[in-house]
């Protein structure tokens, strides 16, 4: 979680993770603007550089050379970034409507969403074929594909439908790429047949004759099939249908052509042109609304079209990030002037390219290596991220965002010192309506809860049930507040479930920092949004709390749980019997990866699969285990696995044997630890060593540091009767707990002081 001295007096939010806001990202973490909160909201973790696709579908790249890292970019730029789908806009009310979870107020707005293949207006080529945007599921299907290729026994027809740039690279990439592994497996690459359809009379209309010729002579000396005139109308399982009545026969379609903006955007209001795009005036602005700003493929350049090239998207970057700082300080923009005349370098498939630019056009494999050359240039400004010193409290300068004489009056509140006490407490106009709108689940032994303004909740405990209590509270580790409301309500009832108890009630307890009214109220509705729909989706209500201010976001649960007066199927650390085998639900690594994140050291995709871990309920896990005669279990949290193993081993009067390779592992986690990033609770629980008896023979492993890894809301470590083990492991594998293992077996106490024992 970024920590500002200053308070957060605007929000400007940055829709689409395109190659205009990934340069504003950057200029944004060079020179940060004081009282800015900067959010990111993206579908996607790894956003692709066009420049760049077609090398790495040819083989010449890995993943990670094309594609830009937006979650550790963000983190750089002390930026919220929320992994969302958005659904529209309520320009009334300056908020962006996002899937599934709460909207996100906006003083100021920017897309550069790109553009999409609109294959919705053909019959069947959403069904049946794969557009190459959004990139990110083009790429699962290129995989799958390649992996088809891979086992191929008979003739297989690839056709790609547009005749632009874009479509022709694809083809030339494809057909190299899955050529080659044909070739070194050793069967013959003539078992593949490409097709390119494009509905103009050439292509490449865009660029001069000699382009065009020279790509024409390709396409036909590797035999690619091409067909002009070809206006796709209509494509069924297995066929391509034409305007002028040809059928082409196909086993994989890629959608390259008639591009369009995003489905929300007619909903807006704002002004699109005949394709879906936003028009757009010389300053990026939207014609319709100047809080709004567009750039990149998914903008309409009033003045004159552009074509959707990478090259406009980038070089659109720099004046958007001014004009974007000169809006919100209630300043003049600058205005974006288009090239006339722009380079493009077109690959071939192989090492080679073609340069065209108006009338003029080159090729060679030098021109490949100029043109690995820019790219790698380019993206080295987004995967080397200089070290930034942090701020020095006290340190920032006054912000010259434009503010109204009521804000500016909050703002000096909220940056002179605050007071302690009750005085510290969260106004009471603020919490009413951050937390107006929240439902907690129903219960009939809630008497009264939340929304009463009685001093304190009334529950009843059901006849021949007890009560089990615990609490949990730790300060944001990330910068979206509805994802850490989720990830801090599901560690807090981590503890009702690992005892095997029903959860019903809880309170929370918050700290927001200080700041104006409107951001203070949507922190709140966003973390306690998040909090509550984890709390009623275990059947917990929240029947109150106590929010206050201080320097950073914290959130945490005091939890009331249910279970049955005689005890019976409760879950303590103590069962443990020798002849058991030990499980755990969830991977490791949560620890050193939040502390990798921190550092910018962490790959966004890698955090992104650790919070998926994080907001998984434990409650199915529990149930799984209670009926598969769990003896003993514990969720894993601060002491790491091997601490919460030796709490359960002591009171059993048992040992264990713990198998490190079997351990399940977050992505990234050896990584982080290899590169020695640890969480700073890591040495106190490496104190915790003096309990493995063979520790010396392990410490080179790899996954050995992950034994004193804290963990934030993480799975369940449980003991079970060996002939229900492998039962066990298929029931919580089919709950939702892919990466359940069994990770050791319980043993008879030995005369030893140290009661594990590491395995390989």
């Known amino acids: 979680m970024q920590v500002s001295e200053q308070p957060v007096l605007r929000d400007l939010v940055l829709v689409g993770g395109g190659h205009s806001h990934v340069v504003v990202l950057r200029m944004l973490a060079m020179q940060p603007e004081p009282g800015l909160r900067t959010t990111l909201i993206c579908t996607d973790v790894d956003t692709p550089y066009s420049g760049m696709l077609p090398g790495y579908i040819s083989g ?27 659904t529209g806009l309520d320009r009334a009310n300056q908020r962006v409507m996002l899937r599934g979870r709460p909207s996100v107020p906006y003083d100021l707005l920017s897309i550069n969403t790109g553009s999409t293949p609109n294959v919705r207006q053909v019959e069947g080529a959403q069904a049946h074929s794969v557009p190459v945007k959004p990139i990110a599921q083009f790429n699962q299907r290129w995989l799958n594909l ?29 057909q190299y790429r899955l050529r080659h592994e044909l070739q070194a497996l050793g069967r013959s690459p003539d078992l593949l047949r490409f097709v390119l359809l494009t509905a103009g009379d050439t292509i490449l209309p865009t660029h001069n004759p000699g382009v065009r010729a020279r790509f024409a002579r390709v396409l036909h000396d590797r035999g690619v099939a091409v067909h002009t005139h070809a206006e796709v109308t209509k494509v069924t399982p297995g066929c391509l249908h ?36 936003i028009h757009i005036n010389e300053h990026l602005q939207t014609l319709t609304d100047p809080n709004i700003f567009a750039a990149g493929d998914v903008a309409s350049f009033t003045a004159r079209p552009l074509e959707k090239a990478g090259v406009f998207a980038v070089r659109m970057g720099p004046p958007l990030a001014r004009n974007l700082r000169q809006a919100l300080r209630g300043q003049p923009l600058v205005a974006y002037t288009p090239q006339r005349r722009w380079l493009a370098l077109i690959s071939t498939g192989d090492r080679f390219a073609v340069a065209s630019r108006g009338r003029l056009g080159f090729a060679g494999a030098w021109v490949w290596r100029w043109k690995d050359r820019i790219d790698r240039r380019f993206m080295r400004q987004f995967t080397e991220l200089p070290a930034m010193a942090p701020a020095r409290p006290g340190a920032a300068p006054p912000s ?30 603020i919490l009413t309506r951050a937390l107006g709108s929240l439902q907690p689940v129903q219960r009939d032994d809630v008497l009264i809860g939340l929304h009463a303004p009685d001093d304190a909740a009334v529950v009843r405990v059901p006849p021949g049930q007890a009560m089990v ?14 994802l850490f409301g989720q990830v801090a309500a599901n560690h807090a009832l981590g503890d009702i479930f690992a005892m095997g108890a029903q959860a019903q009630s809880a309170t929370a307890i918050a700290t927001v920092p200080p700041g104006l009214e409107a951001q203070v109220e949507d922190l709140l509705l966003q973390m306690m949004t998040g909090a509550v729909e984890v709390l009623n989706a275990a059947g917990c209500a929240l029947v109150g709390g106590h929010t206050g201010e201080g320097r950073e976001l914290a959130l945490g649960f ?18 443990m019997r020798p002849g058991d085998v030990l499980l755990l639900t969830k991977p490791i690594g949560t620890g050193t990866l939040f502390a990798a994140h921190a550092q910018h050291a962490a790959k966004g995709r890698w955090i992104d699969a650790a919070l998926r871990s994080m907001v998984l309920s434990n409650q199915a896990g529990a149930r799984v285990l209670r009926e598969h005669g769990a003896t003993a279990c514990t969720d894993l949290t601060g002491f790491g ?33 290899q590169a020695g990033i640890v969480s700073s609770l890591q040495p106190a629980n490496v104190r915790l060593r003096r309990a493995l008896r063979n520790a010396e023979a392990f410490v080179q492993d790899p996954r050995y540091p992950l034994l004193f890894d804290p963990q934030t809301a993480g799975g369940l470590l449980a003991s079970v009767p060996a002939d229900q083990a492998n039962a ?33």
């Open 60 to 86: 010449h790249y890995s993943f990670d050379d094309v594609h830009i890292d937006l979650g550790r970019l963000a983190a750089f730029a002390k930026a919220r970034f929320i992994r969302a789908e958005v």
């Open 146 to 174: 390649l992996a088809r290729v891979r086992e191929l026994q008979t003739p297989l027809t690839v056709a790609v439908v547009g005749g632009g740039a874009g479509g022709v690279e694809l083809v030339l990439s494809m």
């Open 242 to 277: 034409t305007q002028d009545g040809r059928r082409f026969d196909t086993d994989e379609t890629l959608w390259v052509t008639q591009a369009g903006g995003p489905a929300w955007l007619p909903s807006t209001g704002l002004a699109l042109d005949a394709h879906g795009f």
């Open 400 to 429: 010259r965002l434009a503010l109204s004489a009521d804000e500016s009056r909050q703002a000096i509140s909220a940056i002179a010192m605050r007071c302690g006490g009750c005085g510290a407490k969260v106004g009471a106009s």
């Open 469 to 482: 209590h615990t609490v949990d509270f730790f300060r944001s580790f990330i910068d979206d507040p509805y």
């Open 558 to 575: 005091a939890v009331n749980g249910l279970i049955d007066e005689d005890m019976h199927g409760v879950m303590r650390k103590g069962g």
């Open 641 to 673: 696995l091997l601490g919460h193993l030796v709490e359960m081993t002591r009171p059993s009067g048992v040992d264990a044997v713990l198998h490190l390779s079997a351990l399940p592992v977050l992505d990234g986690a050896v990584e982080c630890v």
């Open 728 to 760: 066990c492991v298929q029931a919580l594998h089919a709950a939702g707990y892919p990466h359940t293992a069994i990770i050791g077996r319980i043993s008879g106490a030995t005369d030893a002081l140290e009661p594990v024992v590491l395995s390989g």
